[in-house]
Nanobody
Framework: VQLQASGGGSVQAGGSLRLSCAVSGSVDSVNAMSWYRQAPGKERELVAEITSGGSTNYAHSVKGRSTISKDNGENAVSLQMNSLTPEDTAVYYC?????????????WGQGTLVTVSS
């Protein structure tokens, strides 16, 4: 099972980016998908998550200007981020909690860099 993430890049402050992530490989179910980020010198933090039931949760720093949504069914998500600031600069990691053969475990994507310039 792998996560394919895309959509990072460079943008000026005030701009927008859309990050996408898809689960590839055989799974019985995807229980939740989320985006984390890690800025230089900082710990990895949750940005947004969406459960299989569609419930969402956002970090306070991005609430109101970010939207996480499912794409093409249950195994792909997108994160739309607007009004970006230099503080959003980080490597963004996709995460999925999947179930396979009665085992539930997390899967991480490779990370995609988002750079916001002032």
């Amino acid at each position: 099972v792998q996560l394919q993430a895309s959509g990072g890049g460079s943008v000026q402050a005030g701009g927008s980016l859309r990050l996408s992530c898809a689960v590839s490989g055989s799974v019985d179910s995807v229980n939740a998908m989320s985006w984390y980020r890690q800025a230089p010198g900082k710990e990895r933090e949750l940005v947004a998550e969406i459960t299989s039931g569609g419930s969402t949760n956002y970090a306070h720093s991005v609430k109101g200007r970010s939207t996480i949504s499912k794409d093409n069914g249950e195994n792909a998500v997108s994160l739309q981020m607007n009004s970006l600031t230099p503080e959003d600069t980080a490597v963004y990691y996709c995460n999925a909690v999947v179930t396979f053969a009665r085992l539930r475990f997390p899967v991480w994507g490779q990370g995609t860099l988002v750079t916001v310039s002032s």
